[in-house]
């Protein structure tokens, strides 16, 4: 009995990852977002100088160019018409690429640094104060709805932790 489940247990995932992988082929190349040769320290610590100038929080969204759901997420972040002007008046957004590369993953220190933001998976969130302290990592699945991601669940987050006028960092 426990042969059987085993081996139905097998078969079903041989299948689901056929059917997923096969799913992917279909999919039209994206449009890169993430700068694959970028050193995400740096593209962190220039936006903090521009938050902290503008008085914004820094989202940075750790990801890669074939994911589907980074793409998504950005689109959500800088073209929905009710989310992208409330997200462009109150934070900065940092792509970080963390493809694999010849076996190692691009900026792995930042993850570490960040508490690994991706072990559920792409993308990953952090989003900083304006002098670079951690407030909040986010596992962007919070923000799924069924089959997408929820722009009311989205707003709400970004509401959430918009920094208020007048109050210190």
């Given at each position: 009995m426990k042969t059987n489940l085993a081996v139905l247990g097998l078969g079903l995932a041989l299948a689901l990852s056929t059917v997923f992988w096969s799913g992917c082929s279909d999919q039209p190349k994206l449009p890169p977002i993430y700068n694959t040769q970028a050193d995400g320290a740096k593209l962190i610590a220039d936006a903090l100088v521009v938050a902290e100038r503008d008085q914004k929080r820094v989202l940075v969204e750790f990801?890669?160019?074939w994911c589907i759901w980074c793409h998504r997420?950005?689109?959500l972040l800088t073209s929905d018409?009710?989310?992208?002007p409330y997200f462009d008046?109150?934070?900065l957004l940092v792509l970080v690429d963390v493809d694999e590369i010849n076996g190692r993953t691009h900026n792995e220190n930042l993850l570490l640094r960040y508490g690994e933001p991706t072990k559920d998976g792409l993308p990953g969130l952090v989003l900083l104060e304006?002098?670079?302290h951690q407030l909040k990592t986010q596992d962007s699945a919070e923000f799924m709805s069924g089959d997408h991601f929820d722009p009311a669940k989205l707003l709400k987050f970004?509401?959430?932790?918009?920094?208020k006028a007048g109050t210190a960092n």
């Open positions: 990801g890669a160019n997420l950005h689109a018409p009710e989310i992208a008046a109150h934070f304006s002098d670079g970004l509401k959430d932790w918009t920094l």
